[in-house]
């Protein structure tokens, strides 16, 4: 039986290019992102990985993806055990399973995590007080 393959080879740079977030000092975020093969048979599964090293008073937030993305119909998604990186760094990532059912070469659409920092101290707010009155 003839094998038809689709080519996944531009996947990598053109859906999330190894991006980093510059803040004053330094990267804020540098995100990074890879699969675990690079041709695939059509409908064979693929597993896209995204990592974002990171401040750690940083909450990064990556996409829950549709059911299709792009060329793609994604199969599962779900968030990876989170790790240390350089200097006291975190690291984050989401794992999703992604498969193609036609030929040829595909990229992904834009894959771009969020990002906000945490607060060090909430800031202060102060509610009035009423006394009860029963009627």
Known sequence: MKRI???????LTAALLAG??????????????????E????????????R?????????DFPQLASAWGDFEVLSQHP????KG??????TGKEYAITAFTVGEHTTPPLGPCY???????PDLTVPCRPYASH
């Open 39 to 50: 041709t695939i048979t059509v409908g064979d599964r693929i597993v896209y990985t995204v």
């Open 52 to 60: 974002a090293e990171h401040d750690k008073d940083l909450v990064v």
């Open 20 to 37: 980093t977030v510059m803040a004053q000092g330094g990267p804020e975020v540098v995100v990074s992102a890879e699969v675990d093969r």
């Open 5 to 11: 393959v689709t080519q996944i080879a531009a996947l």
């Open 80 to 83: 990876l055990q989170p790790g």
């Open 116 to 122: 906000l920092r945490l607060l060090s101290t909430p």
């Open 86 to 91: 350089s200097e006291g760094r975190a690291i």
